[in-house]
T-cell receptor, first 116, second 117 residues
Framework: EAGVAQSPRYKIIEKRQSVAFWCNPI?????LYWYQQILGQGPKLLIQ????????DSQLPKDRFSAERLKGVDSTLKIQPAKLEDSAVYLC??????????????FGPGTRLLVL | AQKVTQAQTEISVVEKEDVTLDCVYE???????LFWYKQPPSGELVFLIR??????QNEISGRYSWNFQKSTSSFNFTITASQVVDSAVYFC??????????????FGQGTRLTINP
């Protein structure tokens, strides 16, 4: 079974530029998560989708970050404009979405973003 | 608020030694789940184990074992006879119920484990 796919794996941009990350979850997984992992820290949830609806985006900096999951499968996370402090690894995860009690999240390889 | 603390930032041992990674959590929920993930240098978080709050039995999987103690709010992870391939950052996480069947994970800050040959 294919895992969670993410692209690109690496991205270097200058501050104030925009960037987009793509995620394809495990087939059949209804729930999709985007996390930000700053160097030396644990992942922090940015946004969570159940099918194509947002469940939780309370920690998403909405003035510069946006995400969508239009057809309930793939998702795109965008940053515009980027700041130096956005340098991090952006991880995508997915889970079945049947019940929180039975959920296990499976992670993709992440996108390493460096903002200069 | 839910919180996970991994007090050990870095651990370094010689191959074949046993090593224990500590995890302490805080939650007001009576039903919750605890997880361990491994993050090798490649960056992907690899799922290791999930444990629910009603099951305090210890679990063993090969060289890995987990000790869950509700009385001390701890969920520690032991690697027996460590190997160089065990070198990674290990994260403990606590799940929080969400609406619509989703789940929110709160991660600790991670423990970087280095196994030296």
């Amino acid at each position: 079974e294919a895992g969670v796919a993410q692209s690109p794996r690496y991205k270097i941009i200058e501050k104030r530029q925009s960037v987009a990350f793509w995620c394809n979850p495990i087939s059949g997984h209804a729930t999709l998560y985007w996390y930000q992992q700053i160097l030396g820290q644990g992942p922090k949830l940015l946004i969570q989708f159940q099918n194509n609806g947002v469940v939780d985006d309370s920690q998403l900096p909405k003035d510069r970050f946006s995400a969508e999951r239009l057809k309930g499968v793939d998702s795109t996370l965008k940053i515009q404009p980027a700041k130096l402090e956005d340098s991090a690894v952006y991880l995508c995860a997915s889970s079945l979405g049947s019940s929180w009690r039975r959920e296990t999240q499976y992670f993709g390889p992440g996108t390493r973003l460096l903002v200069l | 608020a839910q919180k996970v603390t991994q007090a050990q930032t870095e651990i370094s041992v010689v191959e074949k030694e046993d090593v224990t990674l500590d995890c302490v959590y805080e939650t007001r929920d009576t039903t919750y789940y605890l997880f361990w993930y491994k993050q090798p240098p490649s960056g992907e978080l690899v799922f290791l184990i999930r444990r629910n709050s009603f099951d305090e039995q210890n679990e063993i999987s090969g060289r890995y074992s987990w000790n869950f103690q509700k009385s001390t709010s701890s969920f520690n992870f032991t690697i027996t006879a460590s190997q160089v391939v065990d070198s990674a950052v290990y994260f403990c996480a606590l799940s929080e119920a969400q609406i619509q069947g989703a789940q929110k994970l709160v991660f600790g800050q991670g423990t970087r484990l280095t196994i030296n040959p």
